[in-house]
């Protein structure tokens, strides 16, 4: 007997070979799928993406010395602070919505990036206590900020868990 002569005879006794074939999608749910469903993952990896350029963006800025200076760079990273909590935000959003509706475990997890913010915090805060060629500026007051701000959207996510 051939190896698919049992694969027939199993379809053919748990009537899987039975079912009607799904009904073709209208417009409506094609256009959904593709606009809808695809662009909230592509979205969910730009904010992604974005979070930890942002993130090693100033911590070089601080650890290299630059963010002394009044730099374009400087000033750019400033500036982007406020979009950075709002994708942050975001991100964690998407990813609790996403846990919750297709219940799937997370991928990613939180706890390293609220981690690299608390050492980036505790490593920048030794350095500008204990050196004299760190000092405390506005990079150093950004990353207090955030890091607290991380810390806090992380743990309003942990407590909420489904």
Do not use: C
């Amino acid at each position: 007997m051939a190896w698919w002569e049992d694969t027939t005879e199993y379809i053919y006794e748990s009537g899987l070979n039975s079912q009607k074939p799904p009904e073709p999608k209208t417009v409506w749910e094609r256009v959904n799928e593709i606009f809808f469903k695809e662009t909230v993952d592509i979205l969910f990896f730009f904010l992604g993406v974005f979070t930890y350029v942002y993130f090693f963006a100033i911590a070089f800025l601080y650890l290299s010395g630059v963010s002394g200076f009044e730099t374009v760079a400087t000033k750019l990273i400033r500036s982007l602070a406020e979009p950075y909590l709002g994708a942050v935000g975001i991100y964690t959003i998407l990813k609790e919505t996403r846990k919750r509706r297709y219940a799937l475990e997370a991928r990613h997890f939180g706890e390293f990036f609220v981690i690299g913010w608390l050492a980036l915090l505790i490593f920048a805060a030794f350095l500008a206590v204990f050196t004299k060629f760190y000092t405390f500026t506005k990079t150093l007051e950004l990353i207090i900020m955030l890091s607290v701000s991380i810390g806090i959207i992380y743990v309003g996510s942990v407590v909420h868990r489904p």
